[in-house]
T-cell receptor, first 117, second 112 residues
Framework: DTGVSQDPRHKITKRGQNVTFRCDPI?????LYWYRQTLGQGPEFLTY????????KSRLLSDRFSAERPKGSFSTLEIQRTEQGDSAMYLC???????????????FGPGTRLTVT | AQKITQTQPGMFVQEKEAVTLDCTYD???????LFWYKQPSSGEMIFLIY??????QNATEGRYSLNFQKARKSANLVISASQLGDSAMYFC?????????FGAGTILRVKS
C-alpha cells in the first residue's frame, strides 16, 4: 500500500493525558498537512510542512498542540493535557508542491479518531 | 475570507438515477481551485474531481461531473447512474494558498 497511513486509527484517552499521532505520507510527497474534523463538520486546516519546515499554523492550533516532521518524512502531532473538546478525527494529507502559483492534489490518510473521556 | 457553503445536509437518490449536490463559494482571489471529496463511513477522504477557476470546460471524471458557474460562484457535483456504493458524505472544498477550505458536507443515501 503506497497511500498515506496514520497510526493509531483510534485513541481513547482520559482528560489531561498527552497523546501523539503519527502520519506517514506518500514517499515522494514533500508536503504534509494536518486537519481536524469534528462530528458533522468538514475538515479544518491545522498546519502544514514542506519537507521538515512547518510553514503555516492555524489559530486552531493552540499551545497544547505541537507538530513535527523530522527529516521531512513522517510527521507527529502531539496534544498535551487533552480536553474533551479535542475529541475529533485528525486527518493527515500529503502532496507534491513547491512551485509558486501551482497546486497539487492532497491525498488523505484514514485518520485517527480521538476520544477524550 | 474564503468560504464554502453546502446547503443540503442530506440527500436521497434512487439507484441508477442522477443526483446533484450543491456547493457555493466565496473568494476574492482571481485564481482558485475547487474540489469534491467523498468520505465513506471508514473516514478516509477520497478525491473525486477538480475544477480550476480558469478552466474553460466543466471537469468530468467518469460518473462525476462538476457544473461550474463562475458568475454564480457555484460548483455543483453531478453523479450520474448512482450506485449503492455512492452512499457517503460529500465535501466541497476550495484551495486557499496552500490549504483546503471545506464546506460542512452533504450526506448522500442511495436507495435500491
Amino acid at each position: 500500500d503506497t497511500g498515506v497511513s496514520q497510526d493509531p486509527r483510534h485513541k481513547i484517552t482520559k482528560r489531561g493525558q498527552n497523546v501523539t499521532f503519527r502520519c506517514d505520507p506518500i514517499s515522494e510527497h514533500n508536503r504534509l498537512y494536518w486537519y481536524r474534523q469534528t462530528l458533522g463538520q468538514g475538515p479544518e486546516f491545522l498546519t502544514y510542512f514542506q519537507n521538515e519546515a512547518q510553514l503555516e499554523k492555524s489559530r486552531l492550533l493552540s499551545d497544547r498542540f505541537s507538530a513535527e516532521r523530522p527529516k521531512g518524512s513522517f510527521s507527529t502531532l502531539e496534544i498535551q493535557r487533552t480536553e474533551q473538546g479535542d475529541s475529533a478525527m485528525y486527518l493527515c494529507a500529503s502532496s507534491l508542491g513547491g512551485g509558486t502559483g501551482f497546486y497539487y492534489e492532497q491525498y488523505f490518510g484514514p485518520g485517527t479518531r480521538l476520544t477524550v473521556t | 475570507a474564503q468560504k464554502i457553503t453546502q446547503t443540503q445536509p442530506g440527500m436521497f437518490v434512487q439507484e441508477k438515477e442522477a443526483v446533484t449536490l450543491d456547493c457555493t463559494y466565496d473568494t476574492s482571489d482571481p485564481s482558485y481551485g475547487l474540489f469534491w471529496y467523498k468520505q465513506p463511513s471508514s473516514g478516509e477522504m477520497i478525491f473525486l474531481i477538480y475544477q480550476g477557476s480558469y478552466d474553460q470546460q466543466n471537469a468530468t471524471e467518469g460518473r462525476y461531473s462538476l457544473n461550474f458557474q463562475k458568475a454564480r460562484k457555484s460548483a455543483n457535483l453531478v453523479i450520474s447512474a448512482s450506485q449503492l456504493g455512492d452512499s457517503a458524505m460529500y465535501f466541497c472544498a476550495m484551495r486557499h494558498k496552500n490549504k483546503l477550505v471545506f464546506g460542512a458536507g452533504t450526506i448522500l443515501r442511495v436507495k435500491s
